[in-house]
């Protein structure tokens, strides 16, 4: 089916050129704050180290995933 500019949703489309390795370290280094919904990156993004109850209440984040192993065969999946 073709699509015409009138019923596009989307106005434009980014594509990212990202190698496996960079996509893999963004996605394992991710701790979610389950009080504030805060992402953090251990270490493009850490958390403050000073806030010792913020640091013992993070849990890993994998986005849309329920675990690190489903995260990667998504990527490996999705990966070009």
Do not use: W
């Amino acid at each position: 089916m073709a699509f015409s500019a009138q019923n596009a949703f989307f106005d434009s489309v980014f594509m990212l050129d990202t190698n496996r390795e960079e996509c893999l370290r963004r996605g394992k280094q991710r701790k979610v704050d389950p009080t504030t919904n805060t992402i953090y990156h251990l270490e493009d993004q850490p958390p403050p180290s000073t806030d010792t109850k913020l640091l013992d209440r993070l849990q890993d984040c994998y986005g849309d995933h329920k675990s690190e192993h489903d995260m990667i065969s998504f990527l490996d999946q999705s990966h070009i």
